[in-house]
């Protein structure tokens, strides 16, 4: 949807906020009519507090729909919130619009906004919307709430630990391929001709619209000793999430889950298997779980109809990380993490 002013007078900034905002805020945003949100935590609880920007050419294409735009901003920090066994208690937005919106375009944003604020029960609580002469730049901040001595860190995870992932992997990393093909009006890979149109809208729908695992909060808080989603790719951000706990990993990336059209995409061109575990996007939970809370763990991951998968363990951290990789062989990947700098 084009941004372009056609001559339609724009609102002001006030106006903007009423119309398209204000609709979104929870009590705790005082329908935006204040500096300030107010928020009382749960009993008990302690408050998780994440944020991620988003840039327009850097992190979606100018072209992406908006309303895929401002879901994807939001899901991507829930995704932070349930990684770390968090409730979502709402969230602050901060937008920078070029000076070329409209407000068909801006309508379609609050929208998707609104969808997934609605269904994760995450509202509006304030922040702040400018002018730019460069880009758009959208940045939210969510807050979260988890029982006090129970948020899911980084640094948690043990020797013994067994090695968890939820979803599947890959899928958006080829599905951004397929998306760049598509604004550019380039022909599709050739890899891509394996893949069933269904396949290949399922891949390029993982990179528009992921969704945060929150249904796993629970499984997380009862069990896992360490977690972080996967949103910089799985040999990356698993290689972070040790190096945080002064451990090391084991991992038979042959048990990593795919779907079915990363497998296609994968028999058509073995190249791919470096850009299926090292690219961004995943927005999976990487968890460690003590063997012993292993069961439950996968219990109470089912009975949330989220889907895992042990893919390895957790070892000392002098032993060094091992990825063991289609041939039964350790492999060694070039670029083991997807960065926007």
């Known amino acids: ?18 119309r398209y905002f204000a609709p979104l805020a929870g009590a705790g945003g005082l329908g935006l009519r204040d500096d300030a949100a107010l928020l009382a935590p749960p009993p008990g609880a302690e408050i998780v507090v994440t944020a991620d920007a988003l840039i327009e050419g850097v992190h979606f294409f100018t072209a992406d729909p908006p309303d895929r735009i401002a879901a994807k901003a939001l ?12 409730d979502p208690l709402g969230f602050l937005l901060t937008l920078a619009l070029p000076r070329d919106w409209t407000p068909d375009w801006l309508e379609s944003f609050a ?48 020797p013994g630990d067994a090695l968890y992932v939820s979803g599947t992997i890959g899928d958006a990393a080829l599905g951004l391929i397929l998306r760049q ?7 599709a890979p050739d890899w891509a001709a394996a893949l069933s149109t269904s396949q290949q809208a399922w891949l390029v729908t993982r990179y528009l ?20 989603d996967v949103s910089d790719g799985l040999v990356g951000d698993l290689r972070a999430m040790m190096r945080a706990s002064g451990a090391s990993a084991k991992i038979d990336l042959r048990k990593a889950p ?19 575990f090292c ?30 998968t042990t893919i390895g363990t957790v070892g000392p951290a002098l032993t060094g990380d091992i990825f063991i990789g289609p041939d039964g062989e350790p492999v060694m990947f070039r670029q083991e993490r997807f960065s926007h700098f």
């Open 1 to 18: 949807m084009p941004r372009r002013v056609t001559g339609e007078a724009l609102l002001n900034e006030a106006e903007l906020i009423a």
């Open 111 to 158: 929208l998707g906004l609104g969808e997934v604020s609605r269904e994760f029960r995450c509202p509006l609580l304030g922040g702040d919307t400018v002018s730019t002469p460069g880009p758009l730049m959208l940045s939210i901040t969510a807050l979260g709430a988890v029982t006090a001595g129970k948020m899911t860190p980084r640094t948690g995870a043990k």
């Open 209 to 228: 619209a992921p969704r945060a695992r929150l249904p796993l909060v629970l499984a997380l808080r009862a069990c896992a000793s360490a977690a972080m």
């Open 75 to 86: 899901a991507v920090n829930l995704s932070d919130l349930a990684a770390k066994a968090a």
């Open 258 to 276: 795919q779907s079915e059209a990363v497998m296609a995409a994968l028999r058509a061109d073995s190249r791919l298997f470096e850009r299926i």
């Open 279 to 308: 690219g961004g996007d995943d927005y999976e939970v990487l968890c460690a779980v003590p063997t012993g809370a292993a069961a439950r763990f996968e219990a109470l991951a089912a009975s949330a109809g989220v889907p895992v």
């Open 181 to 187: 093909a598509q604004i550019d009006g380039a022909p």
